[in-house]
């Protein structure tokens, strides 16, 4: 069973690569190659259409890394409070970025979590998330107002 120094590393290594905004392919990598792999966002599919679904086998995590990729862009992320249980294997870590819808140029600032599953070679075998699938909803529909605009004086 690989330390918990291992699991973080391995961990951060991937998230650094996706706040790098590095290629797919290179996302592709840091999952196993010998164990069924998944990815899953939390949240209902008619709110978006890379939620609620999961997305199976390394053609479906690419599938679901370029449907991400053709909607939303983001700045910004970093993440932070990693949480290693080497006993199963998982990571949760809380990470923050400022997420833009592409096709309405609406953007949000968003914390959002993930919990990585690891196999005993350190390689990602689910790969899960929870975000605000309201904001992605809404700025998906043009419909996310400024939070200036939420706060009203009376």
Excluded at 37 to 56: C, H, T
Aim: charged share 20%.
């Amino acid at each position: 069973m690989p330390s918990r120094d291992k699991l973080l590393r391995s961990a951060q290594t991937f998230c650094d690569a996706f706040s790098e905004k590095q290629d797919v392919q290179t996302l592709l990598s840091y999952f196993s190659a010998t164990h069924e792999v998944s990815a899953i966002e939390y949240g209902l599919p008619v709110l978006a259409a890379f939620l609620g679904k999961p997305f199976k086998g390394k053609s479906g995590i690419r599938q679901y890394f370029e449907l991400i990729g053709s909607l939303l862009s983001y700045n910004n992320m970093s993440f932070s409070e990693y949480l290693v249980d080497s006993e199963t294997m998982k990571v949760s870590v809380k990470g923050a970025a400022t997420f833009t819808w592409l096709s309405t140029g609406q953007s949000w600032d968003e914390i959002f979590t993930y919990t990585l599953d690891f196999d005993d070679e350190l390689k990602l075998v689910r790969y899960q998330v929870w975000a605000d699938s309201g904001a992605a909803f809404l700025a998906g529909h043009g419909k996310l107002r400024p939070e200036s605009e939420l706060h009203t004086t009376t």
